[in-house]
């Protein structure tokens, strides 16, 4: 079994390509043009194996987060990075705790150490902070997402600081910001405010739309990233995902277009789902989650949708499997969709 089904299997299934792809988070307004100006150049030279150390990519993150450049670790996607972490802190029998229903990628990574997972369900809609904590007192490590998938909720700095201050200091926290870009009313912690048991993740598929090359990357401690090269895959990050990502990173620009893009076409989404009578969840992300009352209610308009040819998911543990979660598309994507809609 695989975490996701893709949704070119779902097309063999149905028959027919999809109209619209609106399940996967990808970004619907394209690939930063200087990413795609850095992957081009990068084609000139595949006869030669990438930097396995990433020098000028990590110098770049060096300077852009004011952190160490020793304290910056990448992987092919936050995927690889939770799974080599995962194997670094974890032994047989140790205890990993995360939310029931957040990314369940992580607990293909927890099971394949032999470590066990226990799994706090969400709470109002949102992860769980008091009892994930609770539960950190006797575990190696706690995933959170923030934001958060499929929820799409985002605790600001001074709750998250207060959670990390909470966790006893053997304990590792996992904490996956995939959608951190998108932010527009509320401010992430900052780095200089990170603790050494603190592994902050992050990724390029989301907001510089360069899913398809497999780049993300890591900030925590030093000594972390000392022993994660003993074994991660050095030649992982092909030259051309390092050359998009250094560009991208360089002309950080385009994240302010496509955030207020996301936000003007989120409004859009909100309505749409209105008019049909399912609420949406507060979202912080290039998605939203409506709540369409009930699993079943959520599975008939899944079914619907798939029907339509339009690609969405629906969480699969409760309380947010009676819920919908579509991508945030483009104004022209949106109108398709608000066509192929129906209840």
């Not at 226990?118 to 575990?139: C, F, M, N, V, W």
Request: aromatic share 10%.
């Amino acid at each position: 079994m695989v975490p996701f089904v893709a949704p070119e299997e779902l097309e063999e299934r149905l028959g027919s390509p999809f109209l619209l792809r609106l399940g996967a988070n990808e970004s619907p307004f394209g690939s930063s043009s200087f990413a795609v100006k850095g992957a081009k150049a990068a084609l000139e030279t595949l006869q030669n194996y990438a930097d396995p150390r990433a020098l000028e990519l990590r110098g770049a993150f060096s300077k852009k987060l004011g952190v160490p450049i020793e304290s910056i670790v990448l992987g092919s996607g936050i995927d690889e990075l939770l799974s080599l972490f995962c194997r670094l802190f974890l032994n047989p029998g140790d205890t990993v705790v995360t939310t029931l229903g957040s990314y369940p990628t992580f607990d293909f990574a927890v099971l394949g150490t032999g470590a066990t997972l226990q799994r706090i369900p969400y709470r109002d809609d949102k992860p769980d902070l008091t009892s994930l904590s609770e539960a950190a007192q006797g575990a190696k490590i706690v995933y959170l997402a923030n934001p958060d998938n499929p929820s799409g909720w985002f605790h600001d700095s001074e709750t998250i600081s207060a959670f990390i201050k909470s966790l006893p200091p053997n304990c590792v926290l996992l904490l996956d910001e995939a959608y951190i870009e998108f932010l527009t009313e509320a401010t992430p912690l900052s780095f200089a405010e990170t603790p050494g048991n603190v592994v902050r993740l992050r990724t390029f598929s989301k907001m510089f739309g360069i899913a398809g090359l497999r780049l993300g990357y890591a900030v925590t401690a030093p000594e972390h990233v000392a022993q994660l090269d003993k074994i991660r895959l050095h030649f992982g990050i092909n030259s051309v995902a390092q050359a998009a990502g250094l560009m991208a990173l360089q002309h950080f620009g385009h994240t302010i277009l496509i955030r207020e893009k996301n936000r003007q076409c989120r409004e859009t989404l909100y309505e749409m789902g209105r008019r049909r009578g399912f609420e949406p969840l507060p979202s912080y992300t290039n998605f939203v989650t409506f709540d369409c009352g009930t699993k079943e209610q959520a599975e008939a308009q899944l079914n619907q949708l798939l029907e339509a040819r339009v690609f969405i998911r629906k969480p699969s543990q409760p309380p947010l499997d009676r819920c919908i979660r579509i991508t945030i598309g483009t104004a022209e994507h949106l109108e398709l969709l608000d066509a192929l809609w129906s209840v």
